[in-house]
């Protein structure tokens, strides 16, 4: 039976949660701040995009699939989000948005969910759906995007990293050597994905070293 979950990227964000996210934190000096600026620029491109695009969120609902350490809940929150909830495989990295949300006094408007978003996806629709750097750990996209827009009332908002890039070999072998499997995408594999959920009308952008997928309804 061909695995549905990636175990090795469950492990790896478990344990590794507080280095990714660094990379939203203007107060690193240094080599790490060199390298966020840089090689992981992307994180940060696709994150301002969001957020540029989305503008105030008043009366709108958000999921955060593969939430992470919960940087795009915690923005939708301070652009007035009315329910906010995130979703993600990783205990430690719940551990760590949870102490952030609390830090920033902002925990009783968080709900997180821990496990696989196709077993524990919330039982309601949401306005605005967030997959960043989501789809690079998955096996089976199609039946994940087949289910986010089932769950969608308005914006899917995912990213999927570019298979012919710089970057791409250099951090295949880094999370390899990490046992985290991870995969890359060409427009053709994301045409063809797309195809196979059977959405017609999306945006399909360029930055750096991802494609962000846009899809509304």
């Known amino acids: 039976m061909k695995e549905k979950r990636n175990p090795g990227a469950i492990e790896y964000f478990h344990r590794r949660i507080k280095d990714f996210d660094d990379i939203y934190r203007d107060d690193k000096r240094g080599l790490l701040s060199f390298l966020n600026k840089t090689i992981r620029a992307s994180v940060r491109m696709r994150f301002d995009l969001a957020f540029e695009i989305l503008g105030d969120l008043k009366g709108k609902s958000v999921l955060d699939i593969g939430c992470g350490s919960g940087r795009y ?32 006094g902002i925990e009783k408007r968080m709900k997180f969910v821990e496990g696989d978003f196709l077993e524990r996806v919330p039982d309601r629709k949401f306005d605005v759906i967030f997959a960043v750097g989501y789809f690079d750990y ?34 295949k072998i880094r999370l390899r050597l990490n046992g985290c499997p991870v995969r890359f995408y060409s427009k053709r594999d994301i045409h063809k994905i797309l195809r196979e959920v059977g959405i017609e009308k999306f945006e399909l952008k360029s930055i750096f070293r991802d494609y962000i ?3 509304r309804k």
């Open 213 to 215: 997928l846009m899809v």
């Open 73 to 104: 809940m915690f923005r939708a929150a301070q652009n007035n989000a009315d329910y906010i909830a995130g979703i993600d495989a990783a205990p430690g990295a719940l551990d760590e948005a949870r102490k952030i949300a609390a830090d920033l």
């Open 138 to 171: 998955i096996f089976n996209p199609v039946d994940h995007l087949k289910r986010m827009v089932e769950v969608s009332d308005g914006l899917i908002y995912a990213s999927f990293p570019k298979r012919w890039n710089p970057l791409t070999v250099t951090r």
